[in-house]
């Protein structure tokens, strides 16, 4: 058969609530146009995220009832470490209640004032919690990856020789060398097992650690396995063993690929490291076999693990975002290709070309997308990533709206409203204005800007 389906049937339902154009308004003006602001039950279609609204299984809520909570030595935490290290055999797995905690902890001590880590594209929380110690967050992604309409297999690789020459010039600053799978702020582009493995090869030749930030680390296994020479007849469970084997520690968000509500972790090799990253974990996150979750977050974590490297779900999953993608090329509206593992990405930039970067045209079409049909998205682009670490203000290299697709949530239909009421935006484009800042805090301002429109 040609058609891909959910491999999966239903069995709880979780009602949406219908607003009209008018409510959504209404709601607009009281948010001051910020969708982080927007009570969930005001939205029909919430792409906000892909991570900790994933639907769990039958299974991970049957395994949610074995959890085990006790302080020390549970059960639950031994499921937990198992199911990573099938995947991911790191001698050290060290459980946190979500990915930047993780970050927060490896910055902490392998970052600090002049520090530089490279990556192919951090993402936002890792940015931070890099500069917040002082250190510098480098992006060393592939050319092609900067352009949306580039047909690249692997746009999330990181550029080989832009790492040597970093290496070269900074090495006595860089205390570690990461990469994001897939990468999220750059589209949701995977990156090639091939780069993986020279990435790792030139960290080593440096003497330096290489770490995988492994968010979406089973759909960037899935396209290695359909688009890189020679994987298409391995398991993903392999695929995910050798992108991990030629790393020293990974940081993890079980939100996003363990199909997890919450959870994440911290996993190394090093002994010294492990060490005083469970100390910080202990007066930071909690003790070492739980670090901020409960018994039954880790049963849940250890189900999911097992159940998202299945074939059939990777393949619909990737099939479901695509057919968003194909739709809405066909309908004009340009997006980031070829369509990522997590999200279907709208190029605002070029779709509102009459919109300048610094009035955010991102903002503007997010904006736009929640008043015509309740949709919520995110904007990826300057007011993400525009205010620099010196107060200064320069437009981002792209300008985004990121539609981050829920696991297992929402159905074809659900994709087809969605699609109407893109097309119906972009059919009036040109009567979009842009948007202007009115408040912003220090850091991280897309979570707490007010905007109006200008
Ligand atoms: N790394 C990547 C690549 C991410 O996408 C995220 C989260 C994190 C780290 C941090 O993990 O949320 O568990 O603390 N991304 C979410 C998103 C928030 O919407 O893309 P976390």
């Known amino acids: 058969m040609k058609t891909i389906i959910e491999p999966f049937r239903i069995k709880s339902v979780e009602p949406i609530r219908m607003t009209s154009v008018e409510q959504r308004r209404q709601i607009l003006r009281d948010t001051h146009y910020n969708l982080f602001a927007v009570r969930s039950q005001d939205v029909l279609i919430d792409l906000l995220t892909d991570s900790g609204t994933s639907a769990m299984s039958s299974e991970q809520w049957a395994a949610i009832m074995r959890g085990d909570e006790s302080y020390a030595g549970s059960?639950?935490?031994e499921r937990f470490e198992a199911a990573v290290r099938e995947l991911m055999p790191f001698k050290h797995v060290i459980p946190t209640h979500q990915g930047r905690a993780a970050e927060a902890i490896l910055f902490s001590i392998v970052g600090g004032a002049g520090k530089k880590i490279p990556s192919n594209t951090h993402f936002d929380t890792t940015r931070g919690n890099i500069e917040a110690t002082g250190a510098q967050a480098v992006d060393l992604l592939i050319e092609e990856g900067k352009d949306p309409s580039n047909l690249h297999p692997f746009k999330g690789n990181l550029d080989l020789d832009k790492l040597e020459a970093f290496l070269a010039a900074n090495a006595a600053s860089v205390p570690c060398v990461m990469i994001t799978v897939t990468n999220n702020a750059g589209g949701g582009q995977p990156v090639s097992l091939a780069n993986i493995q020279a990435v790792s090869e030139i960290a080593r030749r440096y003497g330096k650690p290489f770490f995988i930030d492994g968010c979406r680390f089973a759909e960037n296994a899935w396209f290695i396995k359909?688009?890189?020479?020679?994987?298409?007849?391995?398991?993903?469970?392999?695929?995910?063993?050798?992108?991990?084997?030629?790393?020293?520690?990974?940081?993890?968000s079980a939100k996003k690929d363990a199909f997890a509500n919450i959870g994440g972790w911290l996993a190394v090799n090093d002994d010294e490291l492990a060490r005083t990253a469970k100390n910080r974990l202990i007066l930071t996150e909690g003790f070492t076999s739980y670090g901020g979750l409960a018994g039954r977050d880790l049963e849940a974590i250890a189900q999911g693990l097992k159940e998202v490297v299945d074939e059939d779900y990777l393949q619909y999953r990737v099939r479901a975002n695509t057919y968003i993608g194909e739709r809405l090329t066909a309908g004009g509206v340009p997006i980031v290709l070829p369509v990522g593992g997590h999200a279907v990405f709208i190029d605002a930039g070029a779709l509102l070309a009459h919109i300048p970067a610094l009035q955010y045209p991102g903002q503007a079409l997010a904006v736009a997308l929640y008043e015509a049909g309740g949709i919520r998205s995110c904007e990826i682009g300057s007011v993400m990533f525009g205010r620099q670490p010196d107060g200064s203000e320069k437009p981002a290299a792209m300008e985004l709206v990121r539609l981050a697709i829920p696991r297992r949530v929402y159905t074809q239909s659900h994709a087809d409203y969605l699609i109407e009421v893109i097309l119906e935006v972009a059919g009036r484009k040109q009567s979009l204005d842009g948007m202007r800042i009115e408040w912003e805090p220090k850091s991280l301002r897309h979570f707490t800007a007010r905007f109006t429109r200008t």
């Open 75 to 77: 059960p639950s935490f």
């Open 226 to 252: 359909v688009r890189e020479p020679g994987q298409a007849s391995r398991s993903i469970p392999d695929i995910v063993r050798e992108m991990f084997a030629v790393a020293d520690g990974m940081t993890m």
